[in-house]
C-alpha cells in the first residue's frame, strides 16, 4: 500500500486471517467470480480519529485511478443485540447521533464528546469481536 506508506502509515498483511463480512459479503454479491484485487482497511484499536481521517486522505487519490473504495459495515455494531426491539432505540439514538456529527458543518459537529458521555452509557455499540 504505497499510499499509505507515503502518508506515513504503517500496514501489514496477516495471511491467517480471512475477509471480514463487511469486506466479503458486498463484494461477493457485487463481483461473485473474485476476479479484482482486494485490500481490506480495518479500524485501528485505539479508534484513533485522526489516524482513521489520515488514512482516507491518503487513500482518496485512488479514486482518480479508478481504484474502487468500498465503505461498509453496519454504524451499530453490536451482534449480541441482533434483531433484539430491546436494543433498537438504542441503535436509534446511535443513527440520530451520528448524521448529525456527519452531516454539521466543520467545527460544529459534536463529536466525540457525545459519543462517549450520551451515547455509548451502557457501551452496547462499542462492543467489537476480535
Not at 479508478?66 to 433498537?88: A, E, P, Q
Request: aromatic share 8%; proline share 5%; net charge negative.
Amino acid at each position: 500500500m504505497s499510499s499509505g506508506s507515503a502518508a506515513g502509515l504503517t500496514s501489514r498483511q496477516d495471511s491467517q486471517r480471512g475477509f471480514d463480512h463487511g469486506v466479503f459479503i458486498p463484494l461477493k454479491l457485487m463481483f461473485p467470480d473474485a476476479e479484482i484485487p482486494v485490500v481490506q482497511l480495518s479500524l485501528r484499536s485505539d479508534l484513533d480519529p485522526e489516524a482513521h481521517l489520515a488514512a482516507g486522505q491518503a487513500l482518496a487519490s485512488l479514486r482518480d485511478e479508478g481504484v474502487l473504495i468500498i465503505g461498509s459495515g453496519m454504524s451499530f455494531h453490536n451482534m449480541r443485540g441482533y434483531g433484539d426491539t430491546n436494543f433498537t432505540p438504542l441503535s436509534e439514538t446511535f443513527d440520530d447521533w451520528l448524521t448529525q456529527a456527519v452531516a454539521a458543518a466543520p467545527g460544529q459537529d459534536v463529536g466525540c464528546r457525545d459519543y462517549s458521555e450520551q451515547v455509548l452509557k451502557t457501551q452496547l455499540s462499542a462492543y467489537r469481536f476480535g
